[in-house]
Nanobody, 126 residues
Framework: QVQLAESGGGLVQAGGSLRLSCVAS????????VAWFRQAPGKEREFVAG????????NYADSVKGRFTISRDNAKRAVYLQMNDLKPEDTAVYYC???????????????????WGQGTQVTVSS
């Protein structure tokens, strides 16, 4: 079992940047595929960015391509989401998710992930 803890959210003006962190409890975290999802009020949870456990496949939602970057530091058991040029429509609760069974074709589906963090709020003002 792995526990995930997100941090780094906050209030930022449009055009600004934030870096979200997700730290895992498991020393085997490097064997997990990891993704970031987000959920805005009244909307379904949506995929933002993620990679398979080997890092061989990485993808982003079209709405964040070129602005967000996902990365990981296995030594720190951490995954990061660097968010630049933030827009008001990026406002949401951001969740880190992990699972060992994820492959490239299932990376985008929230129901495929067994492990979730508690979420961190990102608010972008116009």
């Amino acid at each position: 079992q792995v526990q995930l803890a997100e941090s780094g959210g906050g209030l930022v003006q449009a055009g600004g940047s934030l870096r979200l962190s997700c730290v895992a409890s498991a020393r085997t975290f490097s064997t997990y595929a990891v993704a970031w999802f987000r959920q805005a009020p009244g909307k379904e949870r949506e995929f933002v960015a993620g990679f398979t456990r080997t890092g061989g496949y990485t993808n982003y939602a079209d709405s964040v391509k070129g602005r967000f970057t996902i990365s990981r530091d296995n030594a720190k058991r951490a995954v990061y989401l660097q968010m630049n040029d933030l827009k008001p429509e990026d406002t949401a609760v951001y969740y880190c998710a992990a699972d060992r069974s994820i492959i490239s074709s299932t990376l985008y589906y929230a129901e495929q992930y067994d492990h979730w963090g508690q979420g961190t709020q990102v608010t972008v003002s116009s």
